[in-house]
Each structure stands twice: as C-alpha cells, then as structure tokens.
C-alpha cells in the first residue's frame, strides 16, 4: 500500500493515476509475489482475472477518493458491497469537505452528522430562470452564494431573489435588469448576493402573483433580547421570535415586531391587501395567531403596538394541528397533519369562482372556515387567485376553481366547485397555480424533470403553447434534475434546485378503483363520435392529420402516450409529403 500516498500526491488525471497504481501493483505482485489482505492466498504467476471486489479496502478507498459525487453515487448503485462502501461515513465526509469547505456540524447537536445529506443539499443547489420574451428560450442560472448550505425556499420580488438555506440564513441576491432595444425588460443572471439577515425561520411577502406589489419583505426569525434583564435563570440569554420588515428594493429594515419569548413560531404568511395586511403565524403546536399591519405607515419613524390573536380556526376548532398554511390577496387555506383541508374566503367574487355558488357565504363573518371535502389525505396544495391544487397521499392531482382558461387542465373550461381530479397525471414534484394558469413538475422515466402547464398561454407564460391549452402539455422548458419547485412571474420562470434526501416524496399506492359508471363512459363515447365526425368532414388526408392533433390535445390522455401519437403522426404525415418511391 506505500503506493497511495504518491497517487494522491500526483497532478495527472484522476483515472490515469489509477490505472498506473493497478499496472505498478499488478508488477510488484509478479516479482515478490505478495500476500492479498483479502483473500489471504499467494500469487501463483498465472494471468488470472483481476475484480476490482478483490482489491484491499483501504485501495478501494483510495480509489473513491479520485472520484465525484456523481460517480461515487452510480458506483453505489451497482452491487451490495459497493453500496456499502460508498455510503460509509468517510467517504461522504470527504466529500462534503470538498463541496461545502466551510460546513462545520454543530457541536452541540446529539445526533451525528449527516455527511451524505449536507453534501447533496449543497451539491445540487441551484436556481435556474428562464425569461418569457423574446425569440430564445435559454434556461439561465444565477449566482450560487458559496455561503448558503443549501436551498430550503425562494421568491423573487419586484427586482430582486431572496433564498433561504438549511441553516437559517436569508440571501439577497440583486438582478441586473436592462431594456432591450424594443423596450422591453430582459433578466441578467444576478450579479452578486448579500446576506440579508441570519437565523432566519421563514419569509413572505406580497401573495399577489404581480411582482410590481412586492414592496416589504416580512422575516420571521428569532434573536437574542438585549440588556442585563434578558438573562434567564441560569444567566443564558433569553430568546424570542420577531418579525423584520425589509424594503426589498434595498434591504433595508423598517419595521420590527417582537414576541413574547413563550411564544414560538415556525411559519408566516399574509393576507389582505397593504391598508390592512394580516399576518397569519403558525406555531410549532400547530395554532395560528395574527396580527394586522398597515404597510402604507411603515416608512414612518413612529413605534406602535399591534394586537396578536387567536385565529378563529384554532378557536371554533381546536383540536385541529395545522401543518401548512397557504394565502392569497383574499383567502386563507389550512392543511391539518391529518390531511384535512379547511378554507378562508374573503370577497364574495373569489367564494362564487371556487365554489360555484355564495350560498354558506357570510360576509360578516370572513373568517369562518369551510372544510372541503375529500376521500383521502392531502400532502401539498397550492393556492391561485380563483383556483387551487391539491396533491393528496397516493400522488394524484385535484384541481378546483375558476377554469375560463382552461387553468383546471381537465380538458374544457367548465369551473369546478369541488376537487376535480386530473386523471393523466401522477406523483408530482411540484404544484404551481398562477393568476389564470397552472405549472407541474414531474418526473419522468429516467428520473429527469419536465414541466407541463394548461391554461392561458399570452405574454409566453406557457413556452411552445402561445394559445394555451386546456389540458397539461409539455412545456419547451429545460428542467434540471434535481429540481423541487418553480413559481412564475409575468416575465420569468424561476426553478430551484436543491436534493434533500430528508423530504423525499413518499406516495401511497393507490387503493382499486371502482369501474366507472355508464353515464360516464356514455359520455366519452359520444364525445370520441362527435371527434370522429369532424375527422370525416375533412376533405384531405393533411387536414385529417392536423385535426387528430388538435383532438389528441383535448383529450385526457397520459403524457407519454399523447407525445407518442404526436410524433408518429408527424412521422406519418412526413413521409406521405415526400417523393414517390
């Protein structure tokens, strides 16, 4: 083994050194003829098949050591003993230290460090956006800050991207934004970052999709209180949540609200719109308080008390463990831990486009929740204006709400006043509903992304459908592989990246379903006559070729089959337009 030393000492190429190493320990073998530390036998002379499974541990090692964090994984995925070997403590150590130099675990933390979790997390972090004008449709990406450890959430503002990471910490990264020569505004990749604040819990600003109302940044974090009569008993100083108000065109904090040090929040999110915003804040036990804000007297110097409350969800139920928290301008959606979905709405508009109807609405009483009914356990959700996605525990999708764009995906532009299920899709990534269209990422075959979307298609927000569709299509987008979520804006598509193998999707598989019933499928019957009429009013074979395309689109097919048909009827309609053999 004294040959180890000189191959982690030496400038060549990773696999040449190796390969030298075997060639100079296969010649040494022959000359004095070693013992093997693995098999215990002695080298006879005769040219037998070499395993790299009989080479010495600590050479395998060795060996790893040259390798990526690519290459290290794929090694572990071809048989037990490499699985072993490469997912031992010592070799995700060494490569941490080589993606995060500047990690350092907690000492005071119990458990053991997670090597394998904190490279992978910094390793494929990423943010990626993709801008909507313009003739090229290239996937850019932004500055990586070499701080962050890391991405937990992002949102991007008016001019700028913020970026949260796993250790609390809340990055300011300022765009360069120039005008074209048609006087329109193009993205640059960012420029540089700042750090906005540290030990930061969680963000929110503006729930409007417009960008151009993102004016303050709300951080929910937690920090030390000050004086000799912060101590507790023990002379540690005591520690309490509060809430910092930023300008984001600057980063400048305005505002400061601080919480009683029993009081202790994880979540924040607004409502309302900047005369009377609302704070909702969630606990660790599972209550949400909130508190209302006058944005517009922020930028005053004058210090003012606000009143914290008890929402009255936790109040009229407070049995209820609330886990997630989503909002828009005017309505509120709770999801339990057992999966329960409970709504607030606000305006009697937003209440008739996702429920149908204003019957149980009570306009005196805004706050009152609505329980939507659903046969199974709701995962994730998210939340448009008029509409909203739900993802329950065996990966399918719900759709409700407005559907005048067809931002539903169910095939029409019928609304819908209770979860609809979107019967072509599965086990999502991610669920995005945007003013009057809707994004999924999904992950194929291969284990890559792709992202589809339905709905309205003007100013490019669906790339390669500028007329929209309804129903899901693959979108002209370049989705990496380690993506997580996307959100869009009126000029861009923002994508992160980031692998924590700690949340990873975990989906159910799905109970048998009942046969539908004959209305049902005399429904899709008639349907697929009326398409079959339109396709024998066609006069020619392209005519026909270009209407079954138009249907295909219309029609709840999968994904893979809907590309499928596509390209063999292109395939088809190519060779029918060439030369006569």
Not at 35 to 48: A, I, P, Q, R
Not at 98 to 118: L, M, Q, T
Not at 252 to 273: A, E, N, P
Request: glycine share 8%; charged share 20%; aromatic share 8%.
């Amino acid at each position: 083994m004294s040959g180890v030393p000189q191959i982690l000492q030496g400038g060549g190429t990773p696999k040449g050194d190796v390969l030298i190493f075997l060639q100079q320990l296969k010649r040494k073998r022959e000359q004095s003829e070693p013992v093997l530390e693995s098999t215990g036998k002695k080298w006879d002379g005769k040219k037998e098949p070499v395993s790299i499974q009989s080479l010495p541990p600590e050479l395998l090692d060795g060996i790893i050591a040259f390798l990526g964090l690519d290459d290290v994984v794929s090694l572990g995925q071809t048989s037990r003993c490499f699985r072993e070997l490469c997912h031992s403590e010592g070799v995700w150590r060494r490569l941490c230290s080589k993606v995060a130099p500047r990690y350092s675990p907690d000492p005071h933390s119990p458990e053991e460090a997670h090597w394998r979790r904190e490279a992978l997390l910094n390793y494929t972090k990423g943010l990626f956006f993709q801008t909507f004008g313009g003739r090229k449709r290239l996937l850019s990406r932004a500055v990586a800050p070499h701080l962050s450890h890391g991405y937990r959430k992002f949102l991007p503002t008016k001019d700028h991207v913020f970026i949260l990471d796993h250790n609390g910490t809340l990055f300011f990264l300022k765009n360069a934004l120039v005008s074209s020569p048609l006087g329109q505004i193009q993205w640059k990749r960012a420029c540089r970052y700042v750090v906005l604040c540290r030990h930061a819990k969680d963000f929110a600003t503006d729930p409007r999709s417009d960008t151009a109302y993102r004016k303050y940044l709300y951080v929910l974090a937690r920090r030390e209180l000050a004086g000799a009569s912060a101590r507790g008993p023990d002379g540690a100083a005591l520690r309490c949540d509060c809430v910092e108000v930023y300008l984001q065109s600057s980063g400048q904090r305005v505002f400061k609200m601080t919480f009683h040090s029993s009081m202790r929040f994880r979540d924040i999110r607004l409502v309302g719109h900047e005369s009377e915003r609302a704070l909702l804040l969630l606990t660790d036990e599972g209550k949400v308080y909130s508190l209302t804000v006058n944005e517009t007297q922020l930028d005053q110097p004058r210090s003012y008390t606000v009143q914290l409350s008890m929402r009255k969800i936790t109040k009229c139920l407070p049995h209820l463990c609330i886990k997630q928290v989503h909002s828009n301008q005017s309505s509120v959606l709770y999801v339990t831990d057992a999966g329960g979905v409970y709504f607030e709405v606000h305006t009697a508009g937003v209440y008739r486009d996702l429920f149908g109807t204003l019957h149980a609405f009570d306009p005196i009483d805004l706050q009152m929740p609505l329980a939507l009914p659903l046969p199974s356990k709701v995962v994730s959700c998210s939340l448009g204006f008029n509409h909203l996605g739900l993802v329950d525990e065996f990966g399918r999708i719900f759709m409700q709400g407005n559907n005048r764009y067809g931002q539903l995906g169910t095939g029409d532009k019928i609304d819908r006043g209770e979860p609809t299920q979107v019967p072509y899709l599965r086990q999502p990534v991610s669920v995005w509903c945007g003013l009057n269209h809707s994004l999924v990422l999904l992950e194929t075959l291969n284990s890559s992304r792709e992202v589809q979307g339905c709905g309205c298609g003007a100013g490019g927000r669906l790339p390669g459908w500028p007329k929209g569709s309804a129903t899901f299509v693959r979108l002209q987008i370049q989705a990496p592989r380690c993506v997580c979520s996307l959100c869009s804006t009126r000029d861009c598509l923002y994508m992160m990246s980031c692998h924590d193998i700690d949340l990873l999707p975990a989906f159910r598989t799905p109970p048998l379903q009942r046969s539908r019933g004959g209305q049902a499928e005399g429904e899709e019957a008639g349907l697929c006559r009326s398409f079959l009429m339109e396709l024998r009013s066609c006069t020619t074979v392209p005519q026909q070729l270009d209407r079954l395309k138009d249907i295909m689109n219309h029609m709840t097919l999968p994904t893979f089959q809907r590309d499928f048909l596509c390209e063999a009827l292109n395939t088809i309609q190519r060779t029918g337009e060439g030369p006569p053999v």
